[in-house]
């Protein structure tokens, strides 16, 4: 077991082609090359950002493809960086199964970066995020305006030195999201951010011609409250019931995804028991996720008896949840290296039960939609998206496997002990409605088998790992003995003290990648903690995805790509 | 008409009115309650015993509403939809024969010319029955033209223009569906459509003319705007459709339009085609029989429209308008075709 005392390492020279063919390319405008906890981070120049972003997507040989992030980060006054600002973008290559970090260091005087919405379509939201929270000018953007807060917002929430107690009067909403050609006679609608398909509060504008879309617009951050500021607050441990709000159809699967963020950044692992009983509340999670996605789908559809079927579904599975930990919606279940607590001693028969349920709604579910006709000609060939722009809009999980790209961390990247587990990536072929419909069907078969192997040889032994300065010491010591006293007072008042350096952690979250990339300073808070939301990449396609179709086919589209606005806003 | 006759059309018209009222009010519940059946839900059932005063309350609480005008609204025809509507929905009831005729009993109390009367439960017997329905059933469009219209907002516009495009199109199958059991009964008269199904259960109009039962049933649903073919009120795209702004009692009476005229429907595809208050079964059942027998056919065509929305999904706009111009109309239209022909060949029946 890693010692959590280990530093990071001085950078070596990496023999990885993507460091080789960057350096070919920029020369000298490399300014660093990072490995370390598995994670290959490279550091350009402001003038090469551009260049590097688009070798790493179109060079044959790297085809870093999929978009995955981009996020800013505050060095404000710290030692070892003279610029304040850093940018850091997350690719990921689908053929050659890589992740990659490239950074670009920016100076406060000129707090300006160009855009590189021409390489990756995705990085349009994520750009004016940055831009929104860090006030990072993006050269070239095509709408630079605040995304997560509102219109008349001052100042830049996520920068070291904005006050938090300052507080904005903002009064109304913005009133128009697109600009109405000249002598237009066409309506514009607002479809949100109180209106029945939205399910949850964000808006469309769209400009209609009869029941066509000709042009559209969203507008989210309805529900932001900033989960990441508060998160740079926040001990490691207390930042676990925050990620329960993120999406909280899948709270558990969050809180995994971070806490192995977090152990990564550690170096500390989970026992065994503790990872399949992970491994198998996820995969519970998951399948509630597809069923409350569907469900809601085919509801927007006007069909609302299958989605009381699967809340039958969903209610056994948050039984077995409940006897794990108490609660059912936002769990808090996971600790950083393990679990808060064993799970009953009928664990595995209640899930069995679990398991029954969510057969019998499965089956009834599929008889009611799969091959009704009237379902079927409202999702096929509706909402097609290749798997180029999937790829480019940053798209994961099954709207990406739905396009038929069969990129699933849990296959290629196995955490957790997913690669004991036998299970199959389904992909489609159209990537239409219907596709991500079927795929999401599929995935709940695949996720009942990895439960059921999890089950058959779950581990005995503990759920959380033994190392005293990331785990409590268990209750009857702290009463009878001394050392463990000070341990628990020691780890409670000052946290956990992770090494200083960097990682991103990734998991398949019910709607995709899950990233959470950390930065620690060696600090018992987090200096920077950027979610990656899998659904807010998938929800910046949807505006462009409905122009040109149908009001009712964007009624359809919107509830297949399971957009929650809990992690769309953060 | 005489004096007595106008008396006995004034108490049927009272009946069948409150009969109407009555079903609508319990159709709430029931469709309440049913759904929540087929939903794995309870329904409502705390406002009385099995919550049968829901509708009550329901009545109550619309009653006490606040009445919202929308800014910007055409007050008159604002105030005027919810009333065409509602009375378009009523007038149909006019023509329809609700049993068959019966002999009033001979008791004492009765004044002497009602003693052993025969009476048809039907308002008016109008020579022109089935066009007269389809007429009213056509203003009806009209009333949620308006709504859409008077409104002004942009959800009940599109609502409005979706109904308007829709009723239009599902009328003409409608009415093509109505052409062979015209033919075949020789008779515009409900009565006479009725009586032409008498006998053994192959003589009634759903074996008959099985094609047009189908595309009545489905364009029937069109025109009451149930599931699948509820797209003027789209919940999830158009928020509320045509009613979107409408409130308190407005909101009732067009709810209670909707509802008066899925019950119509109903009672038409039993007389129609079910063979109305015959048993098929080759002898004339009496009269009382005969009559639970077409309340049983209705409630069951009102279970399979509630089944319905248990079950289907929505269709699409264009989708829509496709299947009732490309499938239905021609089947309609061929249907009529044979049937004539058979009729030219063969005699009516």
Redesign the interface.
């Known amino acids: 077991m890693a010692s959590v005392l280990e530093t990071p390492q001085a950078p070596a020279a990496s023999t990885s082609p993507t460091v080789r063919i960057l350096r070919e390319k920029l020369g000298d405008q490399v300014l660093r090359v990072d490995e370390w906890r598995g994670d290959l981070a490279v550091t350009v120049s402001r003038k090469a950002w551009v260049e590097a972003a688009r070798t790493l997507s179109f060079h044959p040989e790297l085809d870093y493809k999929l978009f995955l992030d981009l996020c800013g980060v505050d060095w404000l006054d710290r030692d070892g960086h003279d610029d304040r600002f850093e940018v850091a973008l997350h690719v990921y290559s689908v053929s050659h199964k890589h992740h990659v970090r490239l950074k670009v260091p920016i100076p406060e005087s000129d707090a300006t970066l160009d855009t590189i919405v021409g390489v990756y379509k995705g990085a349009n939201w994520f750009e004016r995020e940055t831009w929104d929270l860090y006030g990072i000018v993006f050269n070239g953007h095509p709408n630079l305006s605040r995304l997560l807060t509102h219109d008349s917002f001052v100042g830049h929430p996520m920068r070291k030195d904005y006050e938090t107690p300052k507080r904005h009067l903002l009064k109304e909403a913005k009133q128009w999201l697109l600009k109405v050609p000249e002598g237009s006679e066409h309506m514009i609608v607002n479809i949100g951010p109180s209106h029945p398909a939205m399910h949850g509060a964000f808006r469309v504008q769209a400009l209609m011609d009869g029941e066509t879309i000709q042009d559209a617009e969203a507008e989210i951050g309805y529900m932001h409250r900033n989960f990441e500021k508060m998160a740079e607050e926040r001990t490691y441990w207390q930042v676990i019931p925050y990620t329960d709000r993120l999406n909280y159809c899948s709270a558990f699967m969050n809180g995994h995804g971070y806490a192995l963020a977090v152990e990564k950044l550690l170096g500390v692992p989970a026992p065994p028991r503790a990872e399949a009983i992970r491994v198998i509340l996820s995969e519970f999670s998951r399948i509630m996720d597809h069923f409350i996605c569907i469900g809601a789908n085919v509801v927007d559809l006007g069909a609302i008896t299958p989605f009381f079927v699967v809340f039958r579904a969903r209610e056994a599975i948050y039984d077995l949840i409940e006897a794990c930990c108490g609660a059912r919606l936002t769990v808090s279940y996971v600790r950083i290296g393990g679990l808060a607590q064993d799970v009953p001693d009928d664990f595995e028969a209640r899930a069995r039960t679990a398991i029954a349920s969510v057969r019998d709604v499965t089956s009834q579910m599929e008889k009611l939609l799969t091959r009704n006709p009237i379902f079927a000609n409202r999702f096929k060939d509706v909402g097609v998206m290749s798997a180029e722009d999937a790829l480019s809009w940053g798209w994961v999980g099954p709207c990406l496997r739905g396009s038929g790209v069969a990129y699933d961390v849990r296959k290629d990247h196995p955490y957790s002990g997913y690669e004991q587990y036998d299970f199959d990536v389904p992909v489609g072929t159209v990537g239409d409605c219907y596709d991500r419909y079927l795929v999401r069907v599929e995935e709940i078969h695949q996720s009942v088998r990895i439960i059921e192997q999890a089950l058959a040889k779950l581990p005995k032994g503990p759920v959380i790992t033994d190392d005293k300065k990331v785990a409590l010491p268990p209750k009857s010591e702290v009463y009878s003995n001394i050392e463990a006293l000070m341990n628990h007072f020691k780890l409670v008042y000052e946290g956990i003290l992770p090494p200083a350096g960097e990682v991103y952690g990734y998991t398949e979250g019910a709607n995709g990648e899950l990233g959470f990339y950390i930065v620690s300073d060696g600090g018992k808070f987090p200096y920077r903690l950027k979610v990656r939301p899998p659904c807010f990449a998938i929800y910046a396609a949807f505006s462009e995805m409905i122009k040109g179709g149908l009001l009712a086919d964007a009624v359809a589209i919107i509830g297949g790509l399971n957009v929650i606005a809990g992690e769309l806003d953060r | 008409m005489t004096l007595q006759a106008l008396l006995i059309a004034l108490v049927l018209i009272v009946v069948i009115f409150h009969a109407h009222l009555g079903l609508f009010s319990g159709m709430t519940l029931i469709e309440r309650r049913v759904?929540a059946f087929?939903?794995?839900?309870l329904g409502p059932n705390r406002t009385g015993p099995f919550g049968l005063l829901q509708p009550v309350a329901d009545g109550i609480k619309l009653f006490f509403k606040e009445e919202v005008m929308p800014e910007g609204a055409n007050k008159f025809g604002f105030f005027l939809a919810p009333m065409v509507a509602i009375v378009c929905a009523f007038s149909a009831m006019a023509v329809i024969p609700y049993g068959p005729a019966f002999h009033l009993p001979s008791f004492g109390f009765m004044p002497e010319w009602l003693r052993g009367r025969l009476i048809t439960p039907q308002i008016a017997d109008l020579e022109i029955g089935l066009l007269f329905i389809f007429a009213v059933n056509a203003v009806g469009v009209y009333a949620i033209v308006m709504a859409g219209w008077a409104a002004n907002n942009?959800?009940s516009?599109?609502g409005g223009?979706?109904s308007s495009a829709q009723m239009f199109s599902y009328e003409l199958a409608l009415g093509l569906s109505w052409v062979g059991i015209i033919m075949l009964a020789g008779s515009f008269k409900v009565g006479d459509i009725v009586e032409a199904q008498a006998g053994p259960i192959w003589k009634w109009n759903l074996f008959m003319q099985f094609p047009a039962f189908v595309v009545y049933l489905i364009a029937g649903t069109a025109e009451v705007s149930r599931?699948?073919f509820?797209l003027p009120e789209?919940?999830?795209?158009?928020?509320a459709g045509f009613h979107t702004e409408y409130s308190s009692m407005k909101f009732a009476l067009i709810q209670m339009a909707e509802y008066v005229n899925m019950i119509t429907v109903a009672v038409l595809v039993a007389l129609l085609f079910l063979g109305g208050w015959h048993l098929g079964l080759g002898f004339a059942a009496p009269p009382l029989v005969g009559f639970l027998a077409f309340l049983a056919k209705v409630g069951a065509i009102l279970f399979f429209f509630i089944w319905l929305r248990?079950?289907?999904?929505?269709?699409?706009?264009?989708?829509l308008m496709d299947f009732g111009w490309k499938i239905l109309i021609p089947i309609a239209a061929i249907n009529i075709l044979v049937t004539a022909g058979l009729v030219a060949f063969l005699g009516q029946r």
Not at chain 2, 38 to 41: L, P
Not at chain 2, 234 to 239: K, Q
């Open positions: 759904l087929m939903q794995f839900r942009k959800f516009l599109l223009l979706r599931l699948p509820d789209g919940e999830t795209e158009l928020v248990g079950t289907l999904p929505r269709f699409r706009y264009d989708q």
